[in-house]
Protein backbone atom coordinates (compact mmCIF):
# COMPACT_ATOMS: atom_id res chain seq x y z
CA UNK A 1 0.00 0.00 0.00
CA UNK A 2 1.06 3.60 -0.37
CA UNK A 3 2.18 4.15 3.45
CA UNK A 4 5.00 1.72 2.30
CA UNK A 5 5.94 3.75 -0.27
CA UNK A 6 6.30 6.74 1.79
CA UNK A 7 7.89 5.11 4.68
CA UNK A 8 10.89 3.63 1.95
CA UNK A 9 11.32 6.96 1.06
CA UNK A 10 11.80 7.74 5.38
CA UNK A 11 13.88 4.95 5.24
CA UNK A 12 16.25 5.81 2.19
CA UNK A 13 16.48 9.03 2.95
CA UNK A 14 16.66 8.73 6.51
CA UNK A 15 14.52 11.62 7.17
CA UNK A 16 10.74 11.40 8.55
CA UNK A 17 9.93 14.94 7.71
CA UNK A 18 7.73 16.68 4.41
CA UNK A 19 8.26 20.09 3.35
CA UNK A 20 4.88 22.30 3.27
CA UNK A 21 5.01 24.32 -0.23
CA UNK A 22 2.54 27.10 1.15
CA UNK A 23 3.23 29.71 -1.00
CA UNK A 24 2.32 33.16 -0.26
CA UNK A 25 3.29 35.80 -2.95
CA UNK A 26 4.92 38.18 -0.16
CA UNK A 27 7.14 35.36 0.88
CA UNK A 28 8.63 34.45 -2.22
CA UNK A 29 11.91 36.23 -2.56
CA UNK A 30 11.64 39.61 -4.41
CA UNK A 31 13.92 38.46 -7.04
CA UNK A 32 11.30 35.68 -8.45
CA UNK A 33 8.31 37.74 -7.71
CA UNK A 34 9.41 40.75 -9.76
CA UNK A 35 10.98 38.27 -12.84
CA UNK A 36 7.15 36.95 -12.43
CA UNK A 37 5.60 40.48 -12.20
CA UNK A 38 8.21 42.09 -15.31
CA UNK A 39 6.47 39.17 -17.27
CA UNK A 40 2.86 38.85 -16.67
CA UNK A 41 2.51 42.19 -14.28
CA UNK A 42 0.83 42.56 -11.04
CA UNK A 43 -1.75 39.75 -11.67
CA UNK A 44 -3.10 36.24 -10.61
CA UNK A 45 -0.55 35.07 -13.52
CA UNK A 46 2.43 37.15 -12.50
CA UNK A 47 1.81 35.02 -9.00
CA UNK A 48 0.83 31.93 -10.28
CA UNK A 49 4.07 32.16 -12.28
CA UNK A 50 6.66 32.99 -9.02
CA UNK A 51 4.78 30.56 -6.90
CA UNK A 52 5.45 28.03 -10.10
CA UNK A 53 9.27 29.46 -9.81
CA UNK A 54 9.64 29.35 -6.46
CA UNK A 55 8.37 25.69 -6.01
CA UNK A 56 10.80 24.38 -8.81
CA UNK A 57 14.04 26.10 -6.58
CA UNK A 58 12.48 24.37 -3.45
CA UNK A 59 11.95 20.78 -4.92
CA UNK A 60 15.73 21.21 -6.26
CA UNK A 61 17.23 22.11 -3.51
CA UNK A 62 15.12 19.44 -1.08
CA UNK A 63 14.69 16.43 -3.31
CA UNK A 64 17.30 14.31 -1.48
CA UNK A 65 17.14 16.00 1.64
CA UNK A 66 13.39 15.09 2.22
CA UNK A 67 10.98 12.09 0.90
CA UNK A 68 7.38 13.88 0.65
CA UNK A 69 6.25 17.33 -0.01
CA UNK A 70 2.93 18.86 0.82
CA UNK A 71 1.33 21.45 -1.28
CA UNK A 72 -1.93 23.06 0.56
CA UNK A 73 -4.61 23.68 -1.85
CA UNK A 74 -5.38 26.83 -0.45
CA UNK A 75 -2.20 28.70 -1.48
CA UNK A 76 -3.09 27.69 -5.18
CA UNK A 77 -7.05 27.85 -5.27
CA UNK A 78 -6.34 31.46 -4.00
CA UNK A 79 -5.15 32.07 -7.42
CA UNK A 80 -7.94 30.66 -9.37
CA UNK A 81 -6.91 28.53 -12.38
CA UNK A 82 -3.58 29.34 -12.98
CA UNK A 83 -3.17 28.03 -9.01
CA UNK A 84 -4.51 25.38 -9.59
CA UNK A 85 -2.73 24.64 -13.09
CA UNK A 86 0.88 25.53 -11.26
CA UNK A 87 -0.67 23.02 -8.18
CA UNK A 88 -0.85 19.81 -10.91
CA UNK A 89 2.70 21.20 -12.27
CA UNK A 90 4.12 21.14 -8.64
CA UNK A 91 2.92 17.51 -8.14
CA UNK A 92 4.05 15.99 -11.11
CA UNK A 93 7.62 17.80 -10.52
CA UNK A 94 7.92 16.70 -7.38
CA UNK A 95 6.92 12.81 -8.36
CA UNK A 96 9.46 13.25 -11.17
CA UNK A 97 12.20 13.79 -8.45
CA UNK A 98 11.28 10.95 -6.25
CA UNK A 99 9.40 12.98 -4.21
CA UNK A 100 6.21 11.52 -2.65
CA UNK A 101 3.15 14.43 -2.40
CA UNK A 102 0.59 14.41 0.00
CA UNK A 103 -2.38 17.05 -1.20
CA UNK A 104 -3.65 18.62 1.78
CA UNK A 105 -7.10 19.46 0.44
CA UNK A 106 -8.93 18.59 3.66
CA UNK A 107 -11.72 17.42 1.53
CA UNK A 108 -15.20 15.98 3.23
CA UNK A 109 -18.73 16.09 1.26
CA UNK A 110 -21.58 13.54 0.46
CA UNK A 111 -20.51 10.49 -1.12
CA UNK A 112 -20.89 10.89 -4.74
CA UNK A 113 -18.85 14.71 -4.55
CA UNK A 114 -16.79 12.57 -1.95
CA UNK A 115 -15.95 10.33 -5.38
CA UNK A 116 -15.43 13.32 -7.64
CA UNK A 117 -12.80 14.99 -5.09
CA UNK A 118 -11.34 10.98 -5.40
CA UNK A 119 -11.33 11.06 -9.06
CA UNK A 120 -9.87 14.56 -9.49
CA UNK A 121 -7.06 14.00 -6.35
CA UNK A 122 -6.17 10.86 -6.53
CA UNK A 123 -7.44 8.75 -9.50
CA UNK A 124 -9.28 9.40 -12.81
CA UNK A 125 -12.24 10.83 -14.36
CA UNK A 126 -13.68 8.77 -17.66
CA UNK A 127 -14.39 11.29 -20.33
CA UNK A 128 -16.18 9.06 -23.19
CA UNK A 129 -13.37 6.17 -23.54
CA UNK A 130 -10.99 7.46 -21.73
CA UNK A 131 -9.54 7.48 -18.24
CA UNK A 132 -8.36 10.82 -17.55
CA UNK A 133 -6.03 11.92 -14.33
CA UNK A 134 -5.54 15.11 -13.05
CA UNK A 135 -3.70 15.86 -9.98
CA UNK A 136 -2.82 12.49 -9.27
CA UNK A 137 -0.83 13.05 -5.77
CA UNK A 138 0.25 9.98 -3.68
CA UNK A 139 -2.53 11.24 -0.89
CA UNK A 140 -4.87 13.72 0.35
CA UNK A 141 -5.82 15.17 3.82
CA UNK A 142 -10.03 14.41 4.29
CA UNK A 143 -12.17 16.16 6.85
CA UNK A 144 -14.16 13.44 8.01
CA UNK A 145 -16.55 14.99 10.32
CA UNK A 146 -19.69 14.33 7.94
CA UNK A 147 -19.62 10.69 8.92
CA UNK A 148 -17.25 7.49 7.61
CA UNK A 149 -19.68 7.12 4.07
CA UNK A 150 -17.93 10.80 3.14
CA UNK A 151 -14.69 8.77 3.00
CA UNK A 152 -15.61 5.38 1.77
CA UNK A 153 -15.23 6.58 -1.92
CA UNK A 154 -11.40 8.34 -1.05
CA UNK A 155 -10.92 4.14 0.69
CA UNK A 156 -12.00 2.93 -2.48
CA UNK A 157 -10.00 4.94 -4.64
CA UNK A 158 -7.04 4.61 -2.63
CA UNK A 159 -7.03 0.40 -2.85
CA UNK A 160 -7.65 0.61 -7.07
CA UNK A 161 -4.76 3.24 -7.42
CA UNK A 162 -2.66 2.15 -4.37
CA UNK A 163 -2.56 5.43 -2.64
CA UNK A 164 -3.60 6.81 0.79
CA UNK A 165 -4.94 9.26 3.16
CA UNK A 166 -4.77 11.60 6.30
CA UNK A 167 -8.33 11.82 8.49
CA UNK A 168 -8.07 14.97 10.41
CA UNK A 169 -8.19 14.20 14.32
CA UNK A 170 -6.34 15.69 16.30
CA UNK A 171 -5.36 18.86 14.54
CA UNK A 172 -2.53 21.42 15.51
CA UNK A 173 -4.40 24.48 15.71
CA UNK A 174 -5.51 26.25 19.33
CA UNK A 175 -9.43 26.11 19.32
CA UNK A 176 -8.62 22.00 18.36
CA UNK A 177 -10.04 21.21 21.83
CA UNK A 178 -13.41 22.87 20.85
CA UNK A 179 -15.19 20.07 19.02
CA UNK A 180 -12.53 17.62 19.09
CA UNK A 181 -11.99 17.32 22.67
CA UNK A 182 -15.69 17.12 23.55
CA UNK A 183 -16.79 13.77 24.95
CA UNK A 184 -18.68 11.78 22.49
CA UNK A 185 -20.07 8.77 24.37
CA UNK A 186 -16.75 6.49 25.92
CA UNK A 187 -14.86 8.02 23.79
CA UNK A 188 -13.52 12.41 22.98
CA UNK A 189 -13.68 13.48 19.42
CA UNK A 190 -10.39 12.83 18.49
CA UNK A 191 -10.47 9.89 19.31
CA UNK A 192 -13.62 8.68 17.38
CA UNK A 193 -11.73 9.81 14.27
CA UNK A 194 -8.61 8.40 14.71
CA UNK A 195 -10.39 5.06 15.50
CA UNK A 196 -12.54 5.66 11.97
CA UNK A 197 -9.09 5.79 10.30
CA UNK A 198 -8.40 2.47 12.11
CA UNK A 199 -10.96 1.13 11.13
CA UNK A 200 -11.30 2.35 7.43
CA UNK A 201 -7.50 0.90 7.23
CA UNK A 202 -8.24 -2.29 8.43
CA UNK A 203 -7.28 -5.29 5.82
CA UNK A 204 -4.97 -3.01 3.99
CA UNK A 205 -1.70 -2.88 6.40
CA UNK A 206 1.40 -2.86 3.87
CA UNK A 207 4.88 -4.42 4.87
CA UNK A 208 5.12 -1.89 8.12
CA UNK A 209 2.00 -2.68 9.36
CA UNK A 210 -0.17 0.55 8.64
CA UNK A 211 -3.30 0.31 6.70
CA UNK A 212 -4.14 3.08 4.03
CA UNK A 213 -6.13 5.58 6.19
CA UNK A 214 -3.84 7.58 8.13
CA UNK A 215 -4.77 10.05 11.00
CA UNK A 216 -3.72 13.91 11.29
CA UNK A 217 -2.30 14.81 14.67
CA UNK A 218 -0.75 17.89 15.67
CA UNK A 219 3.06 18.28 17.01
CA UNK A 220 1.33 21.13 19.25
CA UNK A 221 -0.24 18.37 21.13
CA UNK A 222 2.17 15.96 22.20
CA UNK A 223 0.19 14.23 24.79
CA UNK A 224 -2.77 13.28 22.54
CA UNK A 225 -0.09 12.01 19.78
CA UNK A 226 1.50 9.78 22.35
CA UNK A 227 -1.80 8.31 23.69
CA UNK A 228 -2.99 7.89 20.07
CA UNK A 229 0.20 6.31 18.89
CA UNK A 230 -0.74 3.66 21.47
CA UNK A 231 -4.40 3.30 20.51
CA UNK A 232 -3.91 3.39 16.56
CA UNK A 233 -0.90 0.55 16.25
CA UNK A 234 -2.18 0.47 12.33
CA UNK A 235 -2.48 3.96 11.55
CA UNK A 236 0.25 6.19 9.89
CA UNK A 237 0.58 10.03 11.35
CA UNK A 238 0.75 13.43 9.57
CA UNK A 239 1.91 16.06 12.34
CA UNK A 240 1.85 19.36 11.44
CA UNK A 241 2.63 22.26 13.59
CA UNK A 242 6.51 21.49 13.92
CA UNK A 243 8.17 24.76 13.39
CA UNK A 244 6.23 27.94 13.11
CA UNK A 245 3.53 26.71 15.18
CA UNK A 246 6.00 26.24 18.26
CA UNK A 247 6.00 21.91 18.17
CA UNK A 248 9.64 21.10 18.42
CA UNK A 249 11.92 17.82 18.05
CA UNK A 250 10.80 16.68 21.62
CA UNK A 251 7.31 16.68 21.19
CA UNK A 252 7.12 14.38 17.70
CA UNK A 253 8.78 11.73 19.02
CA UNK A 254 5.49 10.32 20.13
CA UNK A 255 4.52 10.07 17.05
CA UNK A 256 6.42 7.21 16.08
CA UNK A 257 6.14 3.72 16.85
CA UNK A 258 8.95 1.33 18.26
CA UNK A 259 11.06 1.13 15.09
CA UNK A 260 10.54 4.91 14.50
CA UNK A 261 8.23 4.07 11.76
CA UNK A 262 4.94 5.49 10.96
CA UNK A 263 4.53 8.65 10.67
CA UNK A 264 5.73 11.95 8.80
CA UNK A 265 6.01 15.51 10.80
CA UNK A 266 5.35 18.50 8.55
CA UNK A 267 6.76 21.86 8.02
CA UNK A 268 6.02 24.92 5.79
CA UNK A 269 6.93 28.21 6.79
CA UNK A 270 10.44 27.17 8.70
CA UNK A 271 11.51 25.74 5.45
CA UNK A 272 9.94 27.80 2.57
CA UNK A 273 10.71 31.03 4.45
CA UNK A 274 13.81 30.41 6.04
CA UNK A 275 15.80 32.49 3.35
CA UNK A 276 13.93 35.66 5.30
CA UNK A 277 16.42 35.13 8.57
CA UNK A 278 19.88 35.24 6.38
CA UNK A 279 19.84 38.45 5.56
CA UNK A 280 20.37 37.74 2.14
CA UNK A 281 17.34 39.19 0.44
CA UNK A 282 15.97 35.45 -0.91
CA UNK A 283 19.34 35.31 -3.56
CA UNK A 284 20.35 32.09 -0.80
CA UNK A 285 16.36 30.69 -0.84
CA UNK A 286 17.38 27.39 -1.88
CA UNK A 287 20.58 27.04 0.76
CA UNK A 288 18.40 28.76 3.60
CA UNK A 289 15.28 25.62 2.59
CA UNK A 290 17.87 22.84 2.12
CA UNK A 291 19.51 24.16 5.75
CA UNK A 292 16.58 24.25 7.59
CA UNK A 293 14.68 20.56 6.20
CA UNK A 294 18.35 19.11 7.49
CA UNK A 295 18.15 21.15 10.77
CA UNK A 296 14.43 19.49 11.74
CA UNK A 297 15.92 15.88 10.46
CA UNK A 298 18.96 16.19 12.43
CA UNK A 299 16.89 17.69 15.56
CA UNK A 300 14.03 14.46 15.63
CA UNK A 301 16.76 12.11 14.80
CA UNK A 302 18.17 13.20 18.25
CA UNK A 303 14.85 11.74 19.43
CA UNK A 304 14.45 8.74 16.85
CA UNK A 305 15.80 6.30 15.89
CA UNK A 306 14.33 5.06 11.60
CA UNK A 307 14.24 1.06 11.73
O1 LIG B 1 -3.88 20.19 12.07
C1 LIG B 1 -3.37 20.69 11.07
C2 LIG B 1 -3.63 20.21 9.79
C3 LIG B 1 -2.98 20.77 8.73
N1 LIG B 1 -2.12 21.80 8.89
C4 LIG B 1 -1.44 22.32 7.68
O2 LIG B 1 -0.03 22.09 7.83
C5 LIG B 1 0.71 23.21 7.39
C6 LIG B 1 1.46 23.83 8.54
O3 LIG B 1 2.20 24.93 8.12
P1 LIG B 1 3.36 25.61 9.04
O4 LIG B 1 3.79 26.77 8.23
O5 LIG B 1 4.44 24.57 9.22
O6 LIG B 1 2.73 26.00 10.31
C7 LIG B 1 -0.30 24.15 6.73
O7 LIG B 1 -0.40 23.78 5.37
C8 LIG B 1 -1.60 23.81 7.42
O8 LIG B 1 -2.73 24.06 6.61
C9 LIG B 1 -1.87 22.27 10.14
O9 LIG B 1 -1.08 23.21 10.35
N2 LIG B 1 -2.50 21.70 11.21
Known sequence: MSFDVLQKKIIEKRNPTV?????KPEQIPPHILKMACDQYGETL???????????????????DVVPAVKPQSAYY???????????????????????FVIADVKRGDIGSTAQAYADGWLGETQVGESACSAFHADCVTLNGYMGSDT????????????KCLFLLAKTSNPGSGELQNLTAGDRLVYQL????????????????????????????????????????????????????QGGTAEDV??????????????????????WQK?????????????AAAEAMRDAIGQYVTIL
Open 151 to 162: VLPFVDTCRKYG
Open 77 to 99: ERLGWRGMEVMERTISYAQERGL
Open 193 to 244: LGDMAERLGTGTEGDYGYGLAGAVTGATYPEELRELRARLPHTFFLVPGYGA
Open 253 to 274: QYAFDRKGCGAVVNASRSIMCA
Open 19 to 23: AGLDP
Open 278 to 290: TGKGGADFQEAAR
Open 45 to 63: AGAAEAVWQFNRGLIDALS
